[in-house]
T-cell receptor
Framework: ETGVTQSPTHLIKTRGQQVTLRCSSQ?????VSWYQQALGQGPQFIFQ???????GRGNFPPRFSGLQFPNYSSELNVNALELDDSALYLC?????????????FGPGTRLLVL | SQQGEEDPQALSIQEGENATMNCSYK?????LQWYRQNSGRGLVHLIL?????REKHSGRLRVTLDTSKKSSSLLITASRAADTASYFC???????????FGRGTQLTVWP
């Protein structure tokens, strides 16, 4: 167990809807990163939050947005859901935002868009 | 696009045998990490090797890094059925804390 939790574990939405996924980071970690993992693929970096500010973004459209709260927990919001958004969404926390830090992953939220 | 690529895509062995997985990457890195994932669940960090290191051990795991060939290998010795999982290498470009993963190697260990 990494101490990183995510909710919900599974979610079914229809195309066009909006979804919010939640992540609680490991105690003492101020950095949260979000990844999308499509079936049969490796995780793809979405964005990272460090001390409540976005600290880098991958190749994802603006309808993917996030927040980090003062307790360093985080949300991932996806608007106007598309079928291709169906995936496992993973969050990972780390002690610092810089490179060379081990990232501790949560169990993921599996999103299915119909 | 994937920064790292694991090889082979799938590996099937008997308990007790050694399993070797390889990872190739495209650009210079400061470190490379290996992760394990069971059945589409969360990733578990296995080992981090820095660019100035050539080999690292952790229990039954041995990781090597050859920066001149832009490749790394993960060796699991004396494999067990519980080692059945997907294994991913991840690179941290520019040391920004953003991991780029390959597609992974699916390892199956038969009892």
């Amino acid at each position: 167990e990494t101490g990183v939790t995510q909710s919900p574990t599974h979610l079914i939405k229809t195309r066009g809807q909006q979804v919010t996924l939640r992540c609680s980071s490991q105690s003492g970690h101020n950095t949260v990163s979000w990844y999308q993992q499509a079936l049969g693929q490796g995780p793809q970096f979405i964005f990272q939050y460090y001390r409540e500010e976005e600290n880098g973004r991958g190749n994802f459209p603006p309808r993917f947005s996030g927040l980090q709260f003062p307790n360093y927990s985080s949300e991932l919001n996806v608007n106007a859901l598309e079928l291709d958004d169906s995936a496992l969404y993973l969050c990972a926390s780390s002690l610092l935002a810089g490179g060379g830090e081990t990232q501790y992953f949560g169990p993921g939220t599996r999103l299915l868009v119909l | 696009s994937q920064q790292g690529e694991e090889d082979p895509q799938a590996l099937s062995i008997q308990e007790g045998e050694n399993a070797t997985m390889n990872c190739s990457y495209k650009t210079s890195i400061n470190n490379l990490q290996w992760y394990r994932q069971n059945s589409g669940r969360g990733l578990v960090h296995l080992i981090l090797i820095r660019s100035n290191e050539r080999e690292k051990h952790s229990g039954r795991l041995r990781v090597t890094l050859d920066t001149s060939k832009k490749s790394s290998s993960l060796l699991i010795t004396a494999s067990r059925a519980a080692d059945t999982a997907s294994y991913f290498c991840a690179t941290d470009l520019k040391s920004l804390g953003r991991l780029y993963f390959g597609r992974g190697t699916q390892l199956t260990v038969w009892p």
